[in-house]
């Protein structure tokens, strides 16, 4: 079912189950209403007829007698009751009437009472002679009520019927224009593919929901646009980076197999192709562990790790990698509290990471003084790895984080553009952020942070 649909339908049940209660409650008000109404007159016709009965100045006042036989209607099955008291009590003769005798009692306390048994109602009343006290009841059965209520069912009836099709059409003519919006905007959904991802919603001057949709949208529309350009490029990069090696390994072998060569000519093909398969292997060991890190991070072994050894691993290893490196541990800022520098992860991916943030800045600054700083918040530690290298031009900044990406000013070194992407994968996957601030011709700096490892 559709939501317009959906929506409808509730707005006419919410509306039609308030009319519904609307209408229970006039015809219980009118109802009770009525039966006051009634016990009144009830009580007006045991009051005249007392006084009719034990008054002499109104049994023979004719004008009187004509007034109330035109005026005072007699009212369905009205009778009347006279029932002398006998020492303040009420006679056994009153049995024969269906009534309670709390009835009685309320009438000898104060007066009056009324009683209503189905259809039929009494009004009591307490009345005092020269000789004697008498309990005098007028009883008459209301068909004004039922004929009322009747009625008036009929007319609370057709309203909810009437006013519930008038919901209904309004709410569909409501929704219908709710959802216009919706509609076109799923119309020019359907219309972008993956050949024109270039084309956006009309967010307009709205500031509603629906406009907020239609911006969301444009959003994702804008991640997916980078995402498939930034995939193609990687793609063709790939590609590129793949083949040229490849190429060099084919050309070679097929020119060595192709003529006969000296014995120097062919150790010289077999050193090409040995480096061309070592450069190949480099790149396609560094295209899977860009691929590994997209794995749910819970599938990595992961253990506890303190950050300041990490460093100095990685420290180690540069040495032997790069004996004339100037790569530099501050710990100037470092915590006191051991417990503050400990986090969860992976080690062996963790110091692929700084590997290859701090190698960068041995390598575009010519093995110029590289400071690695290390601090620490309540929550967060933090890594900064500060390089006076090359620096990277700031229109090229935003594509960094693109696998085989390298800045126009990085050509004179040797790389494949994939140490950054596979580093931000990696802090990424340990619940960290990534930040470079750079500036051509001055130099990059790093921002690690890695939440704190919580011991419960």
Not at 22 to 51: C, H, M, N, P, Q
Not at 195 to 218: C, I, M, P, Q
Not at 375 to 384: F, M, V
């Amino acid at each position: 079912m559709k939501i317009q649909t959906r929506i409808t339908l509730f707005f006419t049940l919410i509306n039609g189950s308030i009319i519904l209660l609307l209408s229970f409650l006039v015809y219980y008000f009118a109802g009770t209403l009525s039966s006051r109404d009634f016990e009144k007159r009830v009580t007006l016709r045991a009051t005249i007829a007392a006084k009719l009965q034990f008054e002499s100045k109104y049994q023979d006042n004719d004008l009187y007698n004509e007034f109330r036989r035109q005026h005072i209607e007699i009212l369905p099955e009205q009778k009347e009751y006279f029932l002398p008291l006998q020492n303040g009590k009420v006679p056994p003769s009153a049995d024969t009437l269906p009534l309670p005798d709390f009835f009685y009692r309320q009438v000898l306390q104060l007066g009056t009472a009324t009683y209503r048994k189905g259809s039929f109602f009494y009004a009591g009343v307490r009345y005092k002679t020269a000789d004697n006290e008498y309990i005098v009841v007028a009883s008459a059965r209301n068909d004004y009520i039922t004929q009322q209520l009747y009625n008036l069912r009929h007319i609370l009836f057709a309203v909810f019927v009437f006013s519930t099709l008038i919901i209904l059409l309004v709410g569909k003519v409501f929704s219908k224009r709710i959802f216009r919006s919706v509609r076109v905007m799923m119309s020019k959904v359907k219309d972008i593919s993956a050949h024109n991802l270039h084309l956006r919603l009309d967010v307009g001057e709205g500031k509603d929901e629906v406009a907020e949709l239609a911006s969301t949208f444009n959003n994702m529309l804008d991640r997916l646009e980078t995402s498939f350009e930034t995939q193609n490029n990687f793609v063709s990069n790939a590609s590129h980076e793949l083949s040229t090696p490849l190429t060099v390994i084919i050309g070679e072998a097929e020119l060595s197999l192709g003529r006969e060569r000296e014995p120097e000519e062919i150790k010289a093909s077999l050193h090409t192709i040995l480096s061309e398969a070592e450069r190949l292997q480099h790149i396609i060991r560094s295209l899977l562990n860009l691929a590994q890190t997209g794995f749910n991070g819970m599938k990595q072994v992961w253990d506890e790790i303190r950050i300041d050894e990490l460093i100095w691993e990685v420290k180690e290893e540069l040495d032997n990698i790069n004996p004339n490196n100037q790569v530099h541990i501050d710990y100037s800022l470092i915590p006191e509290d051991e417990e503050r520098l400990k986090v969860s992860g992976n080690a062996q991916l963790l110091k692929l990471a700084l590997s290859n943030i701090i190698l960068n800045g041995c390598k575009y600054s010519n093995n110029a003084p590289v400071i690695v700083g290390l601090a620490a918040t309540n929550e967060r530690l933090i890594i900064i790895v500060k390089d006076s290298g090359v620096g990277i031009p700031a229109r090229e900044i935003s594509y960094i984080y693109d696998p085989f990406f390298r800045a126009s000013n990085t050509i004179p070194f040797k790389g494949y553009g994939i140490g950054l992407p596979l580093a931000r994968n990696i802090i990424r996957m340990h619940k960290g952020d990534l930040l470079v601030e750079s500036m051509e011709n001055v130099g990059t700096e790093v921002h690690i942070t890695l939440p704190i490892l919580v011991n419960d």
